[in-house]
């Protein structure tokens, strides 16, 4: 049956891929076109997702839970719900960009390059199929690797230390996770999220201990995020990893992860501790808002404007309302479109010119008037232009936390005109203006056939999430509406667990 | 009698250990240990253990000791200097072993209650009772130690070997 | 014991290892003075074969006792068995690969490797103390020997006279305290003593004999504050020798602390478990400290090693068979990639050490691929990543601790794991640095067969302990239900829930 | 103890100096039989001056060596230069306390023709031996000379390694009477046919190769020749004892004839019936005097025999090379003893039923 | 007569006293001299303890020490001559290549 082993499928092909990868030849353009194959045939298996996924149904579907390992007992426990559902798409529909992007940036080592990148596809989709925690840290762990080593190898002029940075920045909270994760199994005797959910909603723990274990979690994932004051590494990285790399280190993995873990599995620990993230994600916005708007180096603007975009993500979850939290998903989502295209469009613009420093651009819009449409299109989106994704997602996010923190998400609206402010600052200091020397020195070569096939499918979807978001959040709505209040979570995790337990496993839930 | 002897010998290995300690030419050090190792023998004749008295002499006294002066005497060592390292080693060196004394003798005193008063001639170890458990409850392990000269052998070649 | 069992079948790969390393010998002083001793290497690659052969067929015999109670092969000590012949193996295919047909001493050195064998397989499986102290000092003195091997530089010999003079220290704190227990119980066959004393309290011998056979054993696994030679040595032997040696001996050595505190001294736990949650603690923390300002890679490695030394004796404290199966199981896990790099090691810097500091190995992904790609593996393995064998053994050590409420010392090794991952990095992300232009690296000559086979089995053995660790797991489970019959019973899982 | 502490000492130490003069008087006429003897291989008189062929001789050089000065050089390490030659001579003197010269009469229950009698007897022997090496190691290493420490080392490396093959040799003969105790190794030689020297080790027991390696390896404890390195005259002067003069460097002679005594005496004990009669009864004594004198007799003359053997070979053969001597004893001597354990054990193995 | 107990406690000394050496000397010969006296230290225990069960496996276990003490000696002074070869000194604190 398909519907059991799609996730298998979708998760392991791009590791196949990666071995495939080493045993080829380098010669001509054989790993990237390999690569990108791969990439799209995970892309192709993963549209069977929504296609065949029951929006009706609450818990999880296309389950697959088999015995790994025996004792300690661990299990083998895929399955997707509306959180991931989407997660999983944004991830393997970025795959074959990642490839194209790297086409020509990537000259050398291509073996490596691109086995590790397929090796990342695989951890990044495991983290977000697992539901055995096991699984789940094995995946998260294992998607840094390929990352920092690909950052080592591939990145800018610093790109080791950065590397370093990164490893470190996450391993170390990473670490802490597990000992939460073993402690969680050395007092239920399951790594199985939904079992664990079912048991620690039953109660009976030590709430210091449980307290304790909550906060490790939030911490591993808030360093991954990154959360307002453990962003450090996150400059560093964008600034000095290849672009298809700095396209995913941010954002989703970390923020999937509070979605499901933090809120899933300690609903109340998350709520004593809600308003401290909020104000964090209120500062981060303001802070990222405002150190971008002094960055001449775009690549600078960027990170932190990612970080701003991030924290606003933080405060839509934090502050446990429906409308804030579907808009939190939706915004992860947007995040990891959007950002990745102006990291994509970035990257273009150097290959051209060689410079990251906006005040040597000038004029562009003239000479290059497809990068400069997709770029405005993209700061659009970014900022948050009704019709394009970026819109629902804010408006979801301020409209639905403002009755919970008035006055920080008050504070926060201040953030989002910050940041059309630097975008668009950025934009027309780049773009518009009287041209700039390295502008009208450099031959002037528009988009090309390759690199408008990479960017074209993502604006579309920024415009197609903009105008028919309900498609999206059919889903994500029944997963979120379980996380925004304990009472109905312990509904979900009961119903989820009738789920799966009436569903015998191979067949998934989904029909 | 038997007070007498453990007497004079005991006193006669500490002064030997002591002046291992104290003496500053290995050459000196190792007639000391040669003494404490001979004192010992007879301590062992005393305890009714013979073949090891013998064994002791032979073995720890006319073969190891003499290897070391040997090699005292081959490589001509000198007295030994005082450095800097033997002053933090007199800081750990004295109070450590100290320590371990004191602990050691506490316990042993402490329990000395439990411990038998040994006699002379009253539990003697015949040579022929001591093979016999040797070669057959513990036959593994003595032929295990051929092993283990072998590798002294082959090591001791390996590593003094005359350069080529 | 069971009669139908012939006793030599019962030590039938130390048999073969000596009779294998006696032939070397042989072949050794019979073979012209000018002929290659390669040959002889890969005869004692066929002993360690053969010897981890009859390793796997002893799993078919029935637990028991031979030679009068003085062995004891169980699923224990064949485990053991089975890793240090695989150890062995693997690290003479080192040898082969780092060795020229010129280097000196060559059949002494295989041969010595094969007895040295001897000696720790016979540290697994004996049962009588003396037998112990006889295999500890044929494993020691092998290996100080081949510390020393070359013994034409000026660090050869000097880590072979550190190793060698703190090892017999050790010794002589280790037999003191055999001569202890002995005077307290009567008796040196760990099950006599196990039933001499019968309750939590024995005499006052009693502990500080216990405290001088773990200080004794703490030498030889290197765990801190016993490490101070583990450095030097390292950094003064030869890489292949390392490799053994870092490995081999110390899980035998751990096997015996294992049959000791948990075989001799089960009821004591109370008193000996608080001593090893130190030892981990300093082990850990020591190691980790001290590797992060190393710039040599073998030293880097070495206080590595007294690291790792700390995370298995987390799984000592744990007090439980999940303890001891994850012991055993991290042996192996570490075993595999603690040799696999220094395969890597010794054939980019070769017999005579021409690669030493962190900087050197810059840029020997781009030099070779094979090797740099190896050893980044084996660095990950290291840190503990998962789908790894150091991640899975690490793992399985800490739900062990955690399941016994050992929250301190799990969290305190995670932490550990973290820093631990800071110098792992410095070194793997030189690796992927672009080399400088003068900097002297080659990355040696081609890898030979003997390498690539090592490293086949290295590579495979930490990916199949990371991705399905079930089968050496259940192997472990089985080597750790020797004991469940002296062990307190482990908290139940799930008790706090119901 | 039957005896008294008391009466046990006097009689002790009655029998200890009895057993030190005689001793000391054969040592100093088994110099002057060396004299002789190779005076007439070599096809001259020896000493015949002071009186009757030369009998006073040893006397004469013992007053020599006791009235000449006692030089004592300037470098030396004092202490150990004046402990050498005591430890050498002790050592050599002491063995003697465990050998039995006569059959075992008692009187009052005090063993006469032997000084102690020990149940660990060969082990003893042994072991004083492997100390006396220390007297020579020493001097030669105090004398501060290096034609003395080159004699030392090749003393102590020479005396190590033959020990070996000497203890190994002894196995056999221990194998066979099943105890270390010297008149119960004897005993197992004694018969009573009139061909009783063939119960001798040295034949029935196939312990001839054990013979032979024990003579060569005991020449070379002994340091004589063949095996007399380190103190061969012609590349070192006079080795371990070149800078001693007057009383020490008597000592160091004294103890060098003590050893060959010894010896001597051990073969004669080990694999010669020792006191026995080689014909059963024929010259063995029927009452207790005569029993003990012909004993004495028996072991006199075999010690003497063995003594005329040291002389001899010392006359006729030359000097080994210093790598010919390690080379003999490392890869001949010690390979034949482990062989010779090994027949001896399993002859003995077919010859005894399992019991 | 004389209590076992002396015995143990003049092996104590002995010991200790060894312990001490091999901390304080600084020549390699005599430091491994200093184990060598506590390898008899504990050969004393042994012997004790043997009297004191009246049990031969003790002495035996003496037996063996020796035998593994010669198997020391012979390597660790091979080990120190190949030292003195390589670095002409027997000085502890001069074998300092290696920072320790």
Known sequence: MLNASILTLITFVPTLGAIVVLLLPRRGRVIPAFALLVALVTFVLSLHLPAHYDYAQHGFQFVIDVPWIAHPAIHYHLGIDGLSLWLVLLTTFLGPIGVLVSWRAIEHRTKEFYSLFLLQQTAMIGVFVALDLFLYYAFWELSLVPMAILIAMFGRRRGPRAALKFFVYTFLPSALLLVAIIWLYAQTGTFDFVQLQAKLAAGGFASGALWWVSIAFLVAFAVKVPVFPLHGWLADVIEEAPTAMAMVVAGKLGLYSLFRFNLGLFPAQVREIAPLLVALGVIGLLYGAMVALVQTDVRRVVSYAILSNLSFCIIGIFCFALGGLNGAVYQTINEGLSGGAILVLIAFLYERYGSFDMTQYGGLASRLPMLSTLWIVTTLALIGLPLLNGFVGEFLVLSGSFPVHPGWVAAATVGVILSAGYMLWMAQRIFYGQQSSLVSERPHLDLGMREQLTLWPMAILMVVMGVVSPYWMKAIDPAMSGLANPTAAMHLTASGIAASASTPAPQGGAR | ?164 | MNPAVNPALRVLPEIILTIFGILVMLADATMPKTASRKPLGWLAVLGALAALAASFWQQSLPAGDAFYGVVRTDAFSVFFHVLIAGIVLASLLIALDAVSDTTEGLGELFALILFGAVGMMFMTSAVELLLVFIALEISSISTYIMAGFRRKTAKGPESALKYFLLGSFATAFFLYGIALIFGATGTTRIPGIASAITTGHAPAIVYIGLAMLIIGLGFKVSAAPFHVWTPDVYEGAPSPVVALMSTAPKAAAFAILLRIVYGAFPLLHDHWTPVLWWLAVLSMTIGNLGALRQRNVKRLLAYSSIAHAGYLLVAFAALSADGIAAASFYAVAYAAMNVGIFAVVSHAGGYDDRLTLIEDYRGLAYRSPLLGGAMAFFLISLIGIPFTGGFFGKFYVFVAALQSGLIWLAIIGLVNSGIAAWYYLRVATAIYSRPAESSPIHAGPRPSFALLLALVITVSGTLILGIFPGGVLSSARAAAATYTSVSPAPPVPGTAQR | ?355 | ?100
């Open chain 2, 1 to 164: 009698m038997h007070l007498a002897l453990f007497l004079i010998f005991g006193a006669l290995c500490v002064a030997g250990a002591l002046n291992l300690l104290l003496q500053r030419h290995p050459i000196n050090s190792a007639l000391s240990l040669i003494v404490v190792m001979s004192s010992l023998a007879v301590l062992y004749l005393l305890l009714g253990a013979e073949f090891l008295a013998a064994a002791q002499v032979i073995v720890y006294a006319g073969a190891i000791m003499v290897l070391f002066t040997f090699v005292i005497m081959l490589l001509n060592a000198g007295r030994e200097e005082r450095t800097r390292g033997s002053k933090m080693a007199y800081v750990i060196g004295f109070p450590g072993a100290a320590v371990l004394l004191a602990l050691l003798a506490y316990v042993f005193i402490s329990h000395s209650g439990d411990f038998h008063r040994v006699h002379v001639g009253e539990y003697v170890v015949s040579t022929a009772a001591l093979s016999g458990v040797l070669f057959r409850d513990l036959l593994l392990p003595f032929e295990v130690t051929s092993i283990l000269i072998l590798i002294a052998i082959l090591g001791a070649v390996a590593l003094a070997r005359k350069e080529h």
């Open chain 4, 1 to 355: 103890m039957e005896t008294g502490l008391f009466t046990f000492l006097i009689v002790n130490l009655i029998k200890i100096v009895v057993v030190v003069v005689i001793l000391l008087m054969a040592v100093a006429y088994t110099v002057l039989l060396e004299r002789k003897l190779v005076g007439r291989i070599q096809n001259r008189w020896g000493p015949s001056r002071v009186g009757p062929f030369g009998l006073l001789q040893p006397l004469a050089d013992g007053a020599k060596l006791f009235l000449k000065e006692d030089l004592m050089p300037l470098a030396v390490e004092r202490p150990l230069y004046v402990l050498a030659p005591m430890i050498a001579l002790g050592c050599a003197l002491t063995s003697i306390a465990v050998i039995p010269f006569g059959a075992n009469i008692q009187w009052h229950g005090v063993d006469l023709f032997q000084i102690s009698d020990v149940s660990i007897g060969l082990l003893i022997l042994l072991g004083i031996t492997s100390v006396g090496v220390y007297g020579i190691a020493l001097s030669g290493w105090s004398s501060n000379n290096k034609y003395s420490l080159l004699g030392a080392l090749r003393a102590s490396a020479q005396v190590i390694s033959y020990e070996l093959a000497l203890g190994l040799s002894l196995v056999g003969v221990v194998m066979r009477a099943g105890s270390l105790r010297l008149r119960d190794i004897v005993n197992v030689q004694t018969g009573h046919s009139a061909v009783a020297f063939l119960h001798w080790n040295f034949f029935e027991g196939f312990q001839f190769v054990a013979f032979f390696v024990y003579l060569m390896a005991a020449y070379a404890e002994t340091n004589r020749a063949p095996f007399d390195l380190p103190e061969a005259e012609s590349e070192l002067t006079a080795g371990y004892h070149t800078e001693y003069s007057s009383m020490k460097f008597a000592m160091f002679f004294m103890a060098e004839y003590a050893n060959m005594i010894t010896v001597g005496c051990v073969a004669t004990l080990l694999f010669f019936g020792g006191w026995s009669s080689p014909f059963g009864h024929f010259l063995s004594g029927s009452g207790r005097i005569s029993t003990a004198i012909l004993a004495v007799f028996w072991f006199v003359v075999k010690v003497f025999f063995f003594l005329f053997l040291y002389i001899w070979v010392r006359g006729t053969l030359p000097r080994f090379r210093y790598d010919q001597l390690m080379g003999f004893g490392w890869k001949f001597l010690v390979p034949v003893a482990i062989a010779n354990i090994v027949v001896t054990g399993l002859w003995m193995g077919l010859r005894l039923p399992v019991h």
């Open chain 5, 1 to 100: 007569m004389v209590p076992i107990s002396w015995y143990l406690i003049l092996s104590a000394i002995l010991f200790s006293i060894g312990v001490a050496a091999f901390l304080i000397k600084r020549n390699i010969i005599t430091v491994f001299m200093s184990i060598e006296l506590m390898l008899n230290a504990v050969n004393l225990t042994f012997v004790a303890f043997a009297q004191q069960w009246h049990m031969v496996s003790g002495q035996i276990f003496v037996f063996f020490v020796m035998v593994v003490a010669a198997a020391e000696a012979a390597v660790g002074l091979a080990i120190i001559i190949a030292v003195f070869r390589a670095r002409s000194t027997l000085n502890v604190d001069q074998i300092d290549l290696m920072k320790l």
